[in-house]
């Protein structure tokens, strides 16, 4: 009896399916192409497939006759699936909803609720690398997660990031040659930062948004600059 198997997915190694004969103790592993020969005596036989990550097989018996080679029909064993879970909370936020939690390289993709809970069903068993994504965050990548094939894994709790940048420019002191010590403030924050010599300055770790500059210094008139984008 020959025959040939394949896995649920396409263009992978196929090899290491155990097909045996049930109740025979007569077993042989498939080629990387999942081809696979059996040499038995005339009868009536049950065949069974399995392979880790995947849902056993049993075929119906089936009868041989001497001298007869029967080719199977391509065989297709079907991912044995898995859970994914967890919660991802953003900073800063009361509510956690809206975080895309996808595995990088697959189909697998799911949003997070309020609580920022989320659950990725169907996985086959293997593992990936989680990312987890929303606009105004840093994007979190968790490489190394391991999904047992019929099994669920729960990530431990994880905070985003806020996405933060930083604010630079120039001032200067109308008539003045120095232009140090000017108040920087960054309107509605704590952030601020006072000028160099030359009128630079630099303001740092800012929530990524728009925002209002304020300048001042004694003995001069403070300007209020509408926008400022980080």
Known sequence: KSGELQHALVDQDHSGVIVEIEGKG??????????????????TYALSLEALGYTKQHLAEMTLSANELRDLETIVLQANPATLSGTIILEGESLSAGTTVSLLNTSYSTQTDEL?????????????????MKVGFDVLRIPGVQVSPGGSTEIELVVMSKSR???TGRVTLSGQALHASVLIEVVGTPHGAVSTVAGDYFIDAIEVGIYALRFSKDGFSAQLVAVASV
């Open 165 to 167: 940048g930083a604010l």
């Open 26 to 43: 007569i077993r042989t592993v498939t080629s990387l192409e999942g081809r696979f020969d059996l040499f038995l005596n005339p009868g």
């Open 116 to 132: 920022g809970a989320f659950q990725l069903t169907g996985i086959p068993g293997g593992t990936y690398v989680m990312q987890a």
